[in-house]
Every structure is written in C-alpha cells, then in structure tokens.
C-alpha cells in the first residue's frame, strides 16, 4: 500500500486494494451511508481525512442502496452510521457525528475495546468483513 490511504469501495476499481487491505489491516471501520444524503456526502471528506492518518485501519464507504446485496439485513437508523471490527470482530455499531475529532476519539476508545454481543437482529451486520473481503475476491477473479 502505498504512504497514504484512501476510503476504499466495492467498486470493481477498488477490489484488489480492498482484498489486500482486509487481509493486512486489523482494524476495519464501515461507514454506512447513503448517496442521496447530504450530511454523507458532507462527511466523505472527513472519513478519507480519517482514513490517510490511520495505516493500521481498513476504511470502506458503503452505501446501503448501491450496495445493498451486502448490507442486506442492516438496519440503519440514520446517517451517517460507523461500524468498526477488529479481526472480524464487532466493536462498535452506531450513528456518528460527522465530525473528525468525534470519530478519531471513537477510534482511539475502541484501539482496545472488547467485541460486542453479536446484534442477533442482524447477521450481516456480523458477517460484513467476510462478505466484503468475498465481495472483493469475486470482482478480482472477473
């Protein structure tokens, strides 16, 4: 990878990036968004701000209707929403403020955070970091 990193998506274009990142990063952080949501498109730059200071952290925007064959069952209340895993693991599922000092304090709390209780209402919600990682591979392999 190179120096810095960006928000990587489940666009073709991104798929090796994505692939390596999974595999290489422990941590992973998901914001769930959407296209036609103004504050999203406000916090864009701020989560790939985000992304170019953390090289230990996967960072994927993923939009919940463009990409709704792997946020299935996820309910999002509102945006934007973070999801952040360590070795697939869930930490923490929740709405954000869009704001970097938020996030990055979000971030730092959870280096050494224990996982959750899986949220029974959502298995992808639990399954997502292997969904995108097989999501990846498909689009590499094409």
Known sequence: ?????????????HAAALTRSLVERPFLVIALCAAWCDTCTEFR???ELIAHSRQDTSFVWLDVE????????IDVE?????????????????????????????????QNAAPQPSHAESTTLVQLPSLLEQHALKLSSA
């Open 1 to 13: 990878m190179t120096a810095q990193q960006s928000a990587l998506t489940t666009s073709a274009d």
């Open 45 to 47: 730059r701020t989560f």
């Open 66 to 73: 463009d990409d709704a064959e792997l946020a299935g069952d």
């Open 78 to 110: 509102n945006f934007p929403t973070l999801v952040v895993y360590r070795e697939k693991q869930l930490l923490h599922f929740g709405i954000s403020l869009p704001q970097q000092g938020i996030v990055k304090r979000l971030l730092d709390g959870l």
